[in-house]
């Protein structure tokens, strides 16, 4: 109870409540939606999620804008950030939840479905093997520093012991908490302490899930609304419980750095409370750094698997699997490390960082590739980690034949394993030295019509990514 009066208190300080959207004549009756209790969700817990959900729902929050809190400027030169999809879906090796819908051309599986089958892999999920502190510790010697957990996928299972909903470890697992030595193993790290949390959460009653009947075939077909006012008491409802959720995930850890959503939504609704969720949450957290995928709203963008095009505008992280599947699947290799150092330098370079993902077993161990990629890419950090984690971003796109990075008075020139011949860079000024970074020996170069020329030495080439270090007279770059 005292959680809960601090998390209204917040509220009550951070968004006036004021009846943004339906009046407080048009709110629902919390009465009413008792009855649409989740099952597994005590009595008191439900009425205390109403009543809180109720109070976002109704606040008169401000246009979301992205942060500027002082506590959220590491953000932008991260670099380098570690994704875990885990859980149930780890136990058969499959792809997280979407693995239960038929005929899903990106990893649905014929013996996933129907759902049940699916759902059974809670009764198997077991870490006895669980070492998060083994895995932050690999991850900061190979330059992450941030990281993002699962906590609850669209499948609805919840790492925690939520006290909403039957599908946790507070039925499966006699009420371990998976997250605490997560979020304790960041810390000891020096790690940032990401969250991802799926809104959408298909074994909530009654979701309307996009492939109806969990079957691709029948995606979109969802049968006519035959009365609004009930399905938008669902929907009050469904919120409700995301919202009581997030309160646990916002008040029991601490501080948290990152809140990872990904997806919003009920058939036949159109108001999410976008603004409201996300100013309340701001107010438990201040300095809380949140990607855009609660109504498109948030202070980074998350360009999935592919890189972008073109630079992003504004705060933005690509995400992409290191063996080419989210969840656990041993029988796939990890891209190599020169792979991963090379989209990373991609999204350095336009000023982006790289979430790359990884899925620990079902025993709570991490796979072997996991740690020999972590290995090859701590040797490389050793000697070159300035240029990318803390770096800023290239002046331009056209600077030079290779991707750069900045610090201060410093142009760092990535010539990664795919460049060939000569590298070379505009410039309006003299440098005052050009060197490899990691060897510090002094490089030569030839200057014609605003473009400097440097060969590397036969011999002298990182098999990962060769980094030349320019450094500019002070106060010319």
Not at 30 to 48: Q, S
Not at 384 to 392: E, F
Not at 419 to 429: L, M, N, Q, S
Not at 437 to 463: C, F, H, K, N
């Amino acid at each position: 109870m005292i959680v809960r009066v601090a998390a209204l208190c917040v509220l009550a300080a951070c968004v006036s409540v004021a009846g943004a959207g339906r009046s407080r004549a048009e709110s629902p009756d919390i009465d009413a939606l008792m009855g649409l209790r989740p099952p597994g969700t005590d009595e008191a817990a439900w009425r205390a999620a109403l009543e809180l959900a109720g109070a976002v729902r109704s606040s008169e929050a401000p246009r979301f804008e992205p942060t500027t809190d002082p506590g959220a400027a590491w953000y932008p030169k991260a670099g380098l950030g570690l994704f875990m999809h885990w859980g149930i879906h780890s136990v058969a090796g499959v792809q997280p939840s979407w693995a239960m819908i038929k005929d899903y051309p990106a990893g649905g599986e014929a013996d996933m479905h129907p759902p049940e089958r699916y759902y059974a892999l809670a009764n198997e999920f077991d870490p006895q093997a669980y070492d998060p502190d083994k895995w932050m510790a690999a991850a900061k010697a190979a330059g992450f520093t941030y990281a993002v957990l699962t906590t609850k996928h669209h499948d609805g299972y919840a790492l925690w012991p939520t006290a909403y909903g039957d599908m946790s470890t507070r039925q499966y697992l006699d009420g371990r908490d998976l997250l605490e030595p997560y979020v304790a193993a960041c810390r000891k790290h020096g790690l940032k302490v990401g969250f991802y949390f799926s809104p959408r959460d298909w074994h909530y009653p009654r979701y309307p899930l996009s492939d109806v009947d969990f079957d691709y075939n029948k995606r979109g077909q969802h049968p006519p609304i035959a009365d609004a006012a009930a399905n938008q008491r669902r929907f009050d409802a469904f919120y409700a419980y995301t919202v009581g959720q997030l309160e646990e995930l916002l008040t029991r850890y601490g501080p948290i750095d990152v809140l990872w959503f990904d997806g919003m939504g009920w058939h036949g609704v159109s108001d999410i409370h976008t603004d409201q969720t996300l100013a309340w949450i701001r107010g438990l957290q201040p300095h809380i750094v949140m990607n855009n995928r609660w109504g498109g709203k948030g202070d980074f963008t998350t360009p999935e698997w592919n890189f972008p095009e073109g630079r992003p505008v504004g705060w933005w992280e690509n995400c992409v699997a290191w063996n080419g599947h989210w969840g656990y699947n041993p029988a796939r290799p990890f891209q190599t490390a020169a792979w991963a150092l090379d989209r990373l330098v991609r999204a350095r370079a336009w000023g982006g960082n790289f979430l790359l993902n990884v899925g620990p077993a079902p025993d709570g161990t991490m796979p072997a590739g996991f740690y020999e990629r972590c290995e090859e890419l701590a040797a490389w950090m050793a000697h070159s980690r300035v240029s990318l984690i803390g770096a800023g971003p290239a002046p331009a796109d056209d600077c030079a034949n290779v991707p750069v990075t900045t610090g201060d008075a410093m142009w760092y020139l990535h010539v990664t394993p795919g460049h060939e011949g000569p590298i070379t860079f505009k410039a309006d000024a003299e440098p005052e030295r050009v060197a490899l970074l990691r060897t510090g020996q002094a490089l030569p170069y030839e200057a014609a019509g605003g473009t400097l020329s440097v060969s590397l030495p036969a011999g002298e080439r990182d098999a990962l990514d060769e980094v030349i270090a320019v450094q500019w007279p002070a106060g010319q770059r």
